[in-house]
Nanobody, 122 residues
Framework: QVQLVESGGGLVQAGESLRLSCAAS????????MGWYRKAPGKQRDLVASMTSRGATMYADSVKGRFTISRDSTKNTVYLQMNDLKPEDTAVYYC????????????????WGQGTQVTVSS
């Protein structure tokens, strides 16, 4: 069973930086894409950034130029470097991974992490 473990959230002041990490493990054959989503109170969960296995990236307009997604394929890990954080970036950040898994549930998978809180004070 594929699992995602996130880390790196916290409380920072506006203008500061944070780096989120998400490690996928558990019977992974291949990963097609990994990404970060966020959900602020009273809002829906939206895409922040994603990266395919070929390195193609996508960013929400609100984070372009401030956030950078990267990955370490050897560790099935994706990172989100968040610079110049703003109070409106406050949300629970969720990691997502899509790919193919082995084992009794062999086939495609789409998994979510447990979420990590990012709070930016003004």
């Amino acid at each position: 069973q594929v699992q995602l473990v996130e880390s790196g959230g916290g409380l920072v002041q506006a203008g500061e930086s944070l780096r989120l990490s998400c490690a996928a493990s558990g019977g992974i054959f291949s990963i097609n894409s990994m990404g970060w989503y966020r959900k602020a109170p009273g809002k829906q969960r939206d895409l922040v950034a994603s990266m395919t296995s070929r390195g193609a990236t996508m960013y929400a307009d609100s984070v372009k130029g401030r956030f950078t997604i990267s990955r370490d394929s050897t560790k099935n890990t994706v990172y989100l470097q968040m610079n110049d954080l703003k109070p409106e970036d406050t949300a629970v950040y969720y990691c997502n991974a899509e790919g193919v898994q082995l084992g009794f549930a062999a086939g495609e998978f789409n998994r979510w992490g447990q979420g990590t809180q990012v709070t930016v004070s003004s």
